[in-house]
T-cell receptor, first 110, second 114 residues
Framework: EDQVTQSPEALRLQEGESSSLNCSYT??????LFWYRQDPGKGPEFLFT???AGEEKEKERLKATLTKKESFLHITAPKPEDSATYLC???????????FGPGTRLSVLP | SQTIHQWPATLVQPVGSPLSLECTVE??????LYWYRQAAGRGLQLLFY??????ISSEVPQNLSASRPQDRQFILSSKKLLLSDSGFYLC?????????????FGPGTRLTVT
């Protein structure tokens, strides 16, 4: 059974304090690992897709990396507007199902 | 560009009442469509997906049903709501017929069953 866990559950950073969020996964044949950002009361916003170990993607202050067992979302010099819940999901070989993790709730304080 | 709409944005319904949530996508043809439910503090749970008109797959047994009467329209329904149906319902789409798997989400519907 495909599974995704995320840590930490919640993270508070000072503005400018860089850190990383972790997504650990088990999947039968990885077709893609996906990162989303979700603001309170809104739908998730797509950030990145990673397909194979060693791949990296960047967008503004965010950088996602992938190994065979986990992915990291690195946040460099965060700003208060980066505060959100960050969701990780995987798609395996079978069916249409994305398996989502529970998310990491990030708060960046000014 | 593609746009996904959901309505209503919020809904308060009594136990035992019917439900109909609607999702439409603009700017693409033959998308894959999905209904998810998000409970507080938990990951998104896939409820239904559809790869074409009239083609619905259910991922979990429940009190809900889905229909796709038109290419870019996806409807989530219930004949009688339960308290446990409360949650945040999200519709999503992805490009159909390809190996591109990214899903793009709508704004969601907050359902409270009282």
């Amino acid at each position: 059974e495909d599974q995704v866990t995320q840590s930490p559950e919640a993270l508070r950073l000072q503005e400018g304090e860089s850190s990383s969020l972790n997504c650990s996964y088990t999947v039968s044949g990885l077709r893609g690992l996906f990162w989303y950002r979700q603001d309170p009361g809104k739908g998730p916003e797509f950030l990145f897709t990673l397909y194979s170990a060693g791949e990296e993607k960047e967008k503004e202050r965010l950088k996602a990396t992938l190994t065979k067992k986990e992915s990291f979302l690195h946040i460099t010099a965060p700003k208060p507007e980066d505060s959100a819940t960050y969701l990780c999901a995987v798609k395996g070989d079978y069916g249409q199902n994305f398996v989502f993790g529970p998310g990491t709730r990030l708060s960046v304080l000014p | 560009s593609q746009t996904i709409h959901q309505w209503p944005a919020t809904l308060v319904q009594p136990v035992g009442s019917p439900l109909s949530l609607e999702c439409t996508v603009e700017g693409t043809s033959n998308p894959n469509l999905y209904w998810y439910r998000q409970a507080a503090g938990r990951g998104l749970q896939l409820l239904f997906y559809s790869v074409g008109i009239g083609q619905i797959s259910s991922e979990v047994p429940q009190n809900l049903s889905a229909s796709r009467p038109q290419d870019r329209q996806f409807i989530l329904s219930s004949k009688k709501l339960l308290l446990s149906d409360s949650g945040f319902y999200l519709c999503a789409w992805s490009v159909g017929g390809t190996s591109t798997y990214e899903q793009y989400f709508g704004p969601g519907t907050r359902l409270t069953v009282t």
